[in-house]
């Protein structure tokens, strides 16, 4: 019966990283249920039971998700192109359901996002995910890798992380600001409490760009700090990088017990090596680093 289920879940696994891999294509109902070699019939019952949204659903949400990205942080693409991206033949009709889902029009969310309603909106969609996408994690995928030490800028959020994107737009416009683009000085996340602690205010997370030049801030706070070296242990993760609870837990609840290692005096930290949406989210790449004595 186990057997069954995780077969049958992979199917459905198969058909989300379809339609993720596969956005600007036609992805109707004949195609989608070929992936998961269902009958069209019954398909797009399984799929909702299973899911809990339609496969129109979840393609209409996955198309804004993009889109509402490439409107925050992505400001060479005008609206017109983002409108065609995600399906729309018009940039009025783009308008009309984006303002009806986020309750602002797309050249207001650019200029200033209200992240709530874009959270709420999201909701069904990144549950959806995480029924199919959660990954599991083995001893093996993890290395212990001799650290350099960097220096970085550092801008601190902290408070409910419900409004974590804004700081991270500020942060995104800061650094285009300074000329420290992704590709040429790293960007690193310094996990400075849990990700749910029992009180939002006291949630507080670093975000973090290499450089060993003189800070600008150009009105924002930032700061100067250093991401330490040394030995780490090193979980690479591709794909759906939204959350890296999982694979932190994994880290601290798993590979280090058996490990016979021990936990240096520095909290956990991430680097992003790609971004959403300037790759598609299963590309994103992800590298977790527990510090070790």
Same mark, same amino acid.
């Given at each position: 019966?186990?057997?069954?289920?995780?077969?049958?879940?992979?199917?459905?696994?198969?058909?989300?990283?379809?339609?993720?891999?596969?956005?600007?294509?036609?992805?109707?109902?004949?195609?989608?249920?070929?992936?998961?070699?269902?009958?069209?019939?019954?398909?797009?019952?399984?799929?909702?039971?299973?899911?809990?949204?339609?496969?129109?659903?979840?393609?209409?949400?996955?198309?804004?998700?993009?889109?509402?990205?490439?409107?925050?942080?992505?400001?060479?693409?005008?609206?017109?192109?983002?409108?065609?991206?995600?399906?729309?033949?018009?940039?009025?009709?783009?308008?009309?359901?984006?303002?009806?889902?986020?309750?602002?029009?797309?050249?207001?969310?650019?200029?200033?996002?209200?992240?709530?309603?874009?959270?709420?909106?999201?909701?069904?969609?990144?549950?959806?995910?995480?029924?199919?996408?959660?990954?599991?994690?083995?001893?093996?995928?993890?290395?212990?890798?001799?650290?350099?030490?960097?220096?970085?800028?550092?801008?601190?959020?902290?408070?409910?992380?419900?409004?974590?994107?804004?700081?991270?737009?500020?942060?995104?416009?800061?650094?285009?600001?300074?000329?420290?683009?992704?590709?040429?000085?790293?960007?690193?996340?310094?996990?400075?409490?849990?990700? *749910?602690?029992?009180?939002?205010?006291?949630?507080?997370?670093?975000?973090?760009?290499?450089?060993?030049?003189?800070?600008?801030?150009?009105?924002?706070?930032?700061?100067?700090?250093?991401?330490?070296?040394?030995?780490?242990?090193?979980? *690479?993760?591709?794909?759906?990088?939204?959350?890296?609870?999982?694979?932190?837990?994994?880290?601290?609840?798993?590979?280090?017990?058996?490990?016979?290692?021990?936990? *240096?005096?520095?909290?956990?930290?991430?680097?992003?090596?790609?971004?959403?949406?300037?790759?598609?989210?299963?590309?994103?790449?992800?590298?977790?680093?527990?510090?070790?004595?």
């Amino acid at each position: 019966m186990k057997a069954a289920l995780r077969n049958y879940q992979d199917r459905m696994r198969r058909v989300l990283d379809h339609i993720d891999r596969h956005l600007d294509d036609d992805l109707d109902l004949d195609t989608v249920s070929a992936v998961a070699a269902f009958s069209k019939f019954h398909f797009h019952r399984q799929f909702s039971a299973t899911v809990g949204l339609s496969v129109h659903r979840y393609v209409q949400l996955a198309r804004m998700k993009r889109a509402s990205h490439q409107l925050a942080y992505l400001d060479a693409l005008d609206v017109t192109e983002i409108a065609m991206d995600a399906g729309y033949e018009a940039p009025d009709a783009f308008a009309r359901a984006f303002r009806q889902r986020f309750w602002q029009s797309p050249s207001s969310f650019r200029k200033s996002p209200d992240w709530e309603p874009w959270l709420a909106a999201f909701g069904p969609l990144d549950n959806a995910r995480s029924k199919l996408m959660q990954k599991t994690f083995t001893n093996e995928d993890v290395t212990i890798r001799d650290v350099q030490p960097t220096k970085v800028a550092i801008m601190e959020h902290r408070g409910d992380p419900a409004t974590l994107p804004a700081t991270i737009q500020r942060f995104i416009a800061w650094r285009k600001a300074a000329n420290l683009h992704p590709r040429t000085s790293p960007t690193f996340t310094v996990w400075r409490s849990e990700r *749910r602690p029992a009180s939002p205010a006291d949630y507080s997370v670093d975000l973090c760009v290499g450089t060993d030049q003189p800070i600008v801030a150009n009105g924002e706070e930032i700061k100067a700090g250093d991401i330490p070296g040394g030995r780490c242990a090193v979980l *690479r993760v591709i794909g759906y990088t939204d959350n890296l609870e999982p694979a932190a837990l994994f880290l601290y609840r798993d590979w280090l017990p058996a490990s016979g290692e021990e936990a *240096r005096d520095f909290p956990i930290y991430c680097q992003r090596l790609s971004f959403f949406p300037e790759v598609p989210e299963h590309e994103t790449v992800a590298e977790l680093f527990l510090p070790l004595k």
